[in-house]
């Protein structure tokens, strides 16, 4: 552990990657020779469009994003992508397909449902309190998009490949498993993912939109709830969050030049998400991960022990041991190891160890 830094598990805002942090700190107070910071200087200087481009153009070749693809900026959370999507794509007359795997979907269905859309559950994990992914899902033909979350942050359970939709556009919610792995956009009408957990600092988020859902949008929407407001003007209508942006742009760098790149993270992340399910496992029950395996999250691995006691000692003595962020969200409770990008190797055997001996001095 650097500078009294402890291992981070915490499910967003989360850990980021220390060279990441150590090159703001270093060029916090004159970014690139410009005798200003970051925070300090305009969102239309020729120093702040290049971060911004930057980050679209790594975004770009990270994923292979074919020229169909925009990727643009916004506030407002993903939250606010809930609301967005229906107001931009969802025509009256028209209906879409969602797919309930945990609040975050339902929440989505909300605000659909807030704006009067005609909103289809064609799927839903509620039956089993959210712990699986619902196979063969009858999605609608014709309908305006197919709405899924591809990591369910709180219930620990991810999409370990994506559903065929007979071509209906895909819009995935990939706030907490953004930048994780490869996977082919081909089928992705639009991607949303707030930046906090996987690609950066809060306040931004990163939206990639395939340009034949760019014609549906309707003309006669706030210029802000417009996604061509965001495309026509490079994500640079108005002021963007520039130091989430610039932490974004480092991230991706990061991934790109230092990781290697998606496929390399993937398999760091499958090995990080392995060791510790390998010790839920072999605990003889001690812990219980809460997902069914196959659907198991390789972000945010939830687990319970036997008591809200136990559980409660469990993460007040890993914090002790330096070892942060493993409460569960507070409507489900238990435990939960967020296992994001930035969070090494290093701080997953220090999990393992401390999971090890606690069991064996409570077992
Ligand atoms: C999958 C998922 N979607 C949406 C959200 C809400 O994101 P925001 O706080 O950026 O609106 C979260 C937050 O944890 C999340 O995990």
Redesign the pocket.
């Known amino acids: 552990m650097k500078a009294n830094r402890i291992h981070n598990f915490n499910?967003?805002p989360a850990a980021l990657p220390l060279a990441v942090l150590e090159e703001i700190q270093e060029s916090f107070l004159n970014f690139r020779s410009s005798g200003m910071s970051i925070v300090e200087i305009s969102h239309r200087s020729k120093e702040f469009e290049a971060v911004l481009n930057d980050a679209v153009a790594r975004t770009q070749r990270l994923l292979k994003l074919s020229d169909r693809y925009r990727v643009i900026f916004v506030q407002?959370?993903?939250?606010?992508q809930f609301a967005m999507i229906p107001m931009n794509f969802l025509a009256d007359g028209r209906s879409a397909d969602y797919v309930n795997t945990g609040t975050?979907s339902t929440?989505a269905i909300k605000e659909a449902r807030v704006l009067n859309k005609a909103v289809r559950v064609v799927a839903s994990s509620e039956d089993r309190q959210f712990t699986y992914i619902p196979a063969k899902i009858p999605f609608t033909p014709g309908a305006a998009y197919a709405h899924i979350?591809s990591?369910?942050?709180?219930r620990g359970t991810q999409w370990r490949s994506f559903p065929d939709t007979g071509g209906v556009p895909l819009i995935a919610?990939m706030?907490?498993d953004f930048m994780s792995r490869p996977f082919d956009p081909a089928p992705f009408g639009l991607i949303y993912a707030?930046a906090?957990?996987n690609i950066g600092p809060?306040g931004v988020?990163l939206v990639i939109v395939r340009d034949d859902l760019l014609k549906l949008v309707p003309e006669n929407l706030p210029v802000m709830l417009k996604y061509t407001t965001y495309t026509s003007k490079n994500s640079l209508h108005n002021t963007p969050p520039c130091f989430a942006i610039y932490g974004v742009h480092l991230v991706l760098k990061w991934i790109e030049e230092t990781v290697g790149g998606l496929e390399k993270m993937a398999a760091l992340n499958r090995a990080k998400a392995e060791r510790i399910y390998g010790c839920i496992d072999a605990s003889g029950g001690f812990y219980r991960g809460t997902a069914e395996p196959a659907g198991r999250s390789q972000m945010n691995v939830t687990f319970r022990l036997a008591g809200e006691e136990l559980e409660k000692r469990f993460i007040e003595e890993a914090a002790q041991s330096g070892l942060g962020g493993l409460k569960g969200h507070r409507s489900v409770g238990g435990c939960r190891a967020s296992l994001y990008n930035a969070v090494g190797p290093e701080a997953v055997e220090a999990l393992v160890e401390f999971m090890t001996t606690f069991a064996k001095r409570n077992g």
């Open positions: 499910p967003g407002g959370g993903a939250t606010l975050w929440n979350t990591n369910n942050t709180i919610d706030s907490s707030g906090q957990k809060a988020t």
